[in-house]
């Protein structure tokens, strides 16, 4: 951490404080899949073939996956032009000013937030499956017919705690926890697809109907399709940690696409799995899941381990990739003076923003009493945040692409094309959540939470206004994107023009 004082455009200032570089290539790769990929890769298949087909599910992520793809070169571009933490929010800042920086930081905050929180619920899902006896016993409440048990509760609670002591220690611990995670991960699924596709008698007869019978092929790819947002969210988790980089922030690109191919291979395996495996099972199965039926089925005991493995791999990398994220958005917020000061400091050992760790523990333990489907109406309407969070990257991109043309800086026409298509992507998917007769907008709960988390941030607003705007636009460009501030020419004489005289003038007196 630093803790000097360095000269800013108003006089003597904090110095801005700044991150350790330390995270590696291989690291950030699995940052953005691992926090792409999560439990929903694994317990969502059977649902996904119901609505849409297996044909109509894998076509609705691999669109999904190159539209992100277009939103990720924006990503790369505003990260080579301005590697620092804060990712939606520093971009909605050079797109369109402080407001809308508020606005995009307060929904992506409680974006990444309200994943860690569903990841933690998702092991206890798991184990709710696997060990339903131990699960169920200390019954507490139920809330909206989803039955509470002390196991549950304990354990989750436990598993936050965890790897906020995880994040708190440094980002190379968690980096390269991010990266073996992500390895048995990616290990644990294709292992999964080859073994089942091999002892299938005919796995391509045992698919069926490639489309839903109840919808066209359109609505169903449409149905997947509106889920992209979610099912890919963790790849905008590398912006988040560009300050970081020990390498070059023009691998940023490269690293985020090859995660989103990696992220849909792994939903195309696990819904073809689901479909090839046994004729006419898909989307039908067992008390919890359809897939980890089938593999039960097929594979015993050993199968059921290995995919065990790949699910808490899954949801440990969600866990400590939005752990990271969120602690570092609110992180960049704070430098920028839009959340209190003690959000921007740093421990002294690990130099992580480790308040801001803690802060998302003390916001997610109460979150685990509340049960799944109150979790899920958050994380639905959370989708919004991020999907604001895509638009304003692919605009700042987009206006400075067109800024360096003005200048003469070089062009990059296709990249321009992109943002521009990013841009009306990100309108998309917020018109697929929010508008009532779509066939993915969100539920009256999640409606009603919306309501509220954006009347709390007008409120929050409100009170760190002052703070907020106290800076000037040079010392925010400081704060937010390491711009220092050019110094001031010290005023001396003028030089005559070659050839000409030097002409004294008298000075003018002042009037009284």
């Not at 571009?77 to 909605?92: D, L, W």
């Not at 045992?206 to 919808?215: A, E, K, R, T």
């Not at 026409?413 to 298509?421: M, Q, R």
Request: contains cysteine.
């Amino acid at each position: 951490m630093e803790t000097g004082r360095t000269s800013t455009a108003k006089g003597e200032g904090p110095r801005r404080r700044k991150l350790e570089k330390s995270l590696k290539p291989s690291w950030v790769f699995a940052i953005a899949l691992g926090s792409s990929v999560g439990w929903g890769a694994f317990i969502l298949p059977g649902d996904w073939i119901r609505e849409a087909g297996p044909a109509g599910a894998v076509i609705g992520l691999f669109l999904g996956a190159l539209i992100m793809m277009v939103i990720a070169s924006s990503y790369g571009v505003m990260i080579k032009e301005h590697p620092v933490s804060g990712g939606g929010f520093t971009y909605a800042y050079l797109a369109a000013g402080k407001t809308w920086a508020f606005l995009c930081g307060w929904f992506l905050s409680l974006g990444y937030i309200s994943i860690v929180a569903l990841n933690a619920s998702a092991f206890t899902l798991l184990l709710k499956y696997l060990m339903p006896g131990f699960m169920k016993q200390g019954y507490l409440y139920t809330v909206a017919g989803w039955d509470i048990y002390i196991p549950e509760v304990a354990i989750a609670s436990v598993l936050l705690i965890a790897f906020a002591f995880l994040n708190s220690t440094g980002a190379s611990v968690s980096g390269r926890l991010q990266f073996w995670f992500s390895v048995l991960l990616v290990a644990g699924v294709f292992i999964l697809g080859a073994v089942t596709f091999g002892i299938a008698d005919e796995p391509i007869a045992n698919i069926g109907s490639l489309f839903s019978g109840n919808v066209s092929p359109f609505v169903s790819v449409l149905l997947i399709l509106a889920i992209a947002p979610w099912a890919y969210v963790g790849f905008d988790n590398v912006p988040q940690a560009a300050e970081e980089f020990n390498f070059s922030p023009k691998k940023a690109t490269t690293l985020i696409v090859a995660s989103l191919f990696t992220s849909f291979m792994i939903y195309a395996v696990m819904i073809g799995l689901t479909a090839w495996t046994f004729p006419g099972t898909a989307g039908t199965g067992g008390e919890l899941w359809a897939t980890g039926s089938i593999v039960s089925s097929a594979l015993g005991k050993t199968g059921l381990f290995v995919m065990s493995v790949a699910i808490v791999m899954g949801i440990f990398t969600g866990l400590n990739g939005f752990y990271m994220s969120s602690s570092r958005l609110l992180f960049s917020m704070a430098r920028a003076r839009a959340l209190p000061a003690v959000f921007r400091k740093t421990a002294k050992g690990s130099g992580v923003p480790v308040w801001g760790i803690w802060f998302v523990t003390l916001i997610t333990l109460p979150a685990m009493w509340l049960g799944r489907p109150a979790l899920s109406w958050i994380v639905d309407m959370s989708s919004t945040g991020v999907s604001i969070g895509y638009f304003f990257a692919c605009f700042a991109a987009y206006k400075v692409l067109a800024k360096k043309k003005r200048e003469g800086k070089g062009q990059a026409p296709l990249k321009s094309v992109l943002a521009l298509v990013g841009m009306a992507s990100s309108i998309g998917f917020l018109a697929l959540l929010l508008i009532p007769a779509s066939p993915a907008s969100l539920t009256l709960p999640s409606y009603l939470l919306l309501g509220g988390w954006a009347l709390a941030g007008i409120a929050f607003y409100a009170f760190m206004r002052k703070s907020y705007f106290s800076l000037s636009k040079e010392e925010t460009d400081y704060y937010m994107l390491g711009k220092e501030p050019e110094p001031e020419k010290p005023a001396g004489k003028s030089k005559p023009l070659p050839g000409l005289p030097e002409v004294k003038r008298k000075p003018v007196e002042k009037p009284v």
